[in-house]
Nanobody
Framework: QVQPVESGGGLVQPGGSLRLSCSAS????????MAWHRQAPGKQRELVAR???????WYADSVKGRFTISRDNARNTVYLQMNGLKPEDTAVYYC??????WGQGIQVTVSS
């Protein structure tokens, strides 16, 4: 399946953790940069983190030190480990690659 498929979202209390997963098949996964974006209600979609084919990473300032993006090329999967979650992290999170293929999005809600 060329379109990425996300999983792992849900409801978590402030300070908690979640791990998002995104799988994509039918591509040479190891050669593509993968990214996570998010869109909060009433706000524009923003890039959260990206991991390049060689393994280097980029993070938005708002998540640095709390989120970690990683990839498992053998499983065609990219992860977003989110720790120290804040209510402002509440959003629909999207997986993307090649600026063309987007997942359907998965809800993450941080609330007590």
């Amino acid at each position: 399946q060329v379109q990425p498929v996300e999983s792992g979202g849900g409801l978590v209390q402030p300070g908690g953790s979640l791990r998002l997963s995104c799988s994509a098949s039918g591509i040479i996964f190891s050669r593509v940069a993968m990214a996570w974006h998010r869109q909060a209600p009433g706000k524009q979609r923003e890039l959260v983190a990206r991991i390049f084919s060689a393994g280097s990473t980029w993070y938005a300032d708002s998540v640095k030190g709390r989120f970690t993006i990683s990839r498992d090329n053998a499983r065609n999967t990219v992860y977003l480990q989110m720790n120290g979650l804040k209510p402002e992290d509440t959003a629909v999170y999207y997986c993307e690659y090649s600026s063309t293929y987007w997942g359907q999005g998965i809800q993450v809600t941080v609330s007590s």
